[in-house]
């Protein structure tokens, strides 16, 4: 089945939301496609219209009422069969989409490093462990320890804590004049110092470690404890759940599959979020980390500018750069350390789809020698975890994306080829 719209975005994340408000609000026909089962994508887990940020209910309640707006969730785009065309499979079909402008979305990741103990059950992502909390996973009374790097880290505290969690505490990588230089470069944004504040009350009494990151994660058949590097000590903490991340990384695959250039590890965009493939514009997490509110700004220009409406997208690019320089501070105060490049020894397994060592790993060069020799990035994830793991820890960079860029059902594909030569 063939659909066309003016604008298709894929997200429906702040980004993919405010993108798609904009170009609605002018009158094209806009499509809107997100593999989650409701809209919000990470933050707004759970349904925009269940959120207390007031940004995320208009936009929900605009959207909803709009007649040229349709959401397609639980639905995955999986390759572009022809140029200006999208094969998306839906729970029960495979659709193609045809579009005058595309807006890619697509979000963030957490980044995850190796560590030993860290493919014991027990041990997951921070946001990982958050998404699991929102999504009913019980972690009332458990002990649970938050680690890893940035601002995220305690959003998940403060939800896993609204959750009845235990926080035995949060141990951060940045050291502490770092954070005392962010924590002050806050009054740059009010808003930001005050959720930072909101926070810091949600999560009072609950103990914060800067300067710190896990060594090893401990246990038999599930974890018991973590040790910690404090500062120039080590300290062991016993704990049910570690939930650790070092922060974001960009979902690149859909735009590299286009053919849109990188800039480092963001897709490459202009003033007005345009790629550098025609008519495909990036926004949010996908260009550059930066938070939601940066999210909501580069939405809102994508979706002007993808509506043809250039001044008034160059006019909303004034509220975009406050939280380019927002985004700057984050990057630079929450780099991973060096140290972190170390904690894995030789039977710590790095590609956790196919277990891979990094005893087996250091013996190559190159994630492409590594991958022919050792299947490391073959399984299901595709190289999203140990891909971005493996730049950490050696430097590599995955090479081109496959088609397709998530995992299909094969009846989607036939269907495809079906259509395709009908
Ligand atoms: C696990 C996690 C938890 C987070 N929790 C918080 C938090 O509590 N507080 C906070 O301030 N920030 C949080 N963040 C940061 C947050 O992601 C950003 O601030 C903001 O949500 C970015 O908006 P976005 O629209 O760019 O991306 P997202 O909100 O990530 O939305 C992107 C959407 O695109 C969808 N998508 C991706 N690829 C495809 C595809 N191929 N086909 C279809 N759909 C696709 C995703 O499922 C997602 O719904 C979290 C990030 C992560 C990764």
């Not at 949600?202 to 800067?210: K, T």
């Not at 979020?273 to 996908?286: H, I, L, P, T, W």
């Amino acid at each position: 089945m063939m659909h066309d719209f003016d604008v298709l975005v894929i997200g429906a994340g702040p980004a993919g939301l405010a993108a798609a408000h904009a170009a609605a609000a002018h009158g094209m026909r806009v499509g809107v496609v997100d593999d989650n089962p409701l809209a919000g994508g990470q933050i707004w887990r759970g349904g925009p219209e269940q959120q207390r940020d007031a940004r995320a209910q208009t936009l929900w309640s605009d959207l909803r009422a709009a007649a040229n707006v349709r959401f397609m969730q639980r639905s995955r785009v999986l390759y572009a069969p022809a140029p200006k065309q999208l094969l998306v499979q839906t729970p029960d079909a495979a659709l193609t989409l045809r579009y005058g402008r595309l807006i890619i979305a697509t979000g963030a990741r957490e980044l995850l490093l190796p560590f030993p103990g860290w493919t014991l059950p027990g041990v997951t992502g921070a946001g990982g462990l958050q998404a699991l909390a929102k999504g009913g996973y019980p972690v009332d009374g458990k002990r649970v320890l938050v680690a890893g790097s940035g601002p995220l880290l305690l959003a998940v505290a403060a939800t896993l804590r609204e959750r009845g969690a235990q926080l035995v505490g949060i141990a951060e990588q940045a050291p502490l004049w770092r954070l005392a230089r962010f924590g002050f470069s806050l009054l740059a944004t009010p808003s930001k110092l005050a959720q930072s504040l909101r926070l810091a009350r949600q999560l009072s009494g609950v103990p914060y470690f800067a300067n710190s990151f896990v060594l090893a994660a401990h246990g038999d058949d599930a974890l018991r404890s973590v040790r910690l590097r404090r500062g120039a000590k080590t300290a062991t903490i016993a704990c049910d759940l570690l939930a650790c991340g070092y922060g974001l990384l960009p979902n690149v695959e859909l735009a590299l599959a286009l053919g849109c250039a990188l800039d480092g590890l963001s897709v490459r965009v202009d003033e007005l979020q345009r790629c550098s493939v025609d008519d495909v514009f990036c926004a949010g997490e996908g260009s550059g980390i930066g938070g939601v509110d940066l999210a909501l700004a580069e939405g809102r220009v994508a979706g002007l500018a993808a509506a043809g409406l250039s001044t008034l997208a160059l006019a909303a690019v004034k509220h975009r750069q406050r939280w380019r320089g927002f985004a700057g501070r984050l990057a630079y105060t929450f780099a991973p350390r060096a140290e972190l490049r170390a904690l894995a020894d030789d039977d710590t397994i790095v590609c956790r789809c196919e277990d891979v060592t990094h005893g087996e790993l250091r013996q190559h060069d190159s994630w492409r020698g590594a991958k022919l020799q050792t299947r490391c990035g073959m399984g299901p994830c595709q190289g999203r975890i140990c891909g971005a793991a493996t730049g950490v820890l050696y430097g590599w960079r995955p090479d081109a994306v496959r088609m397709p860029i998530v995992p299909a059902r094969a009846g989607s594909i036939a269907a495809a080829c079906d259509h395709t030569t009908v």
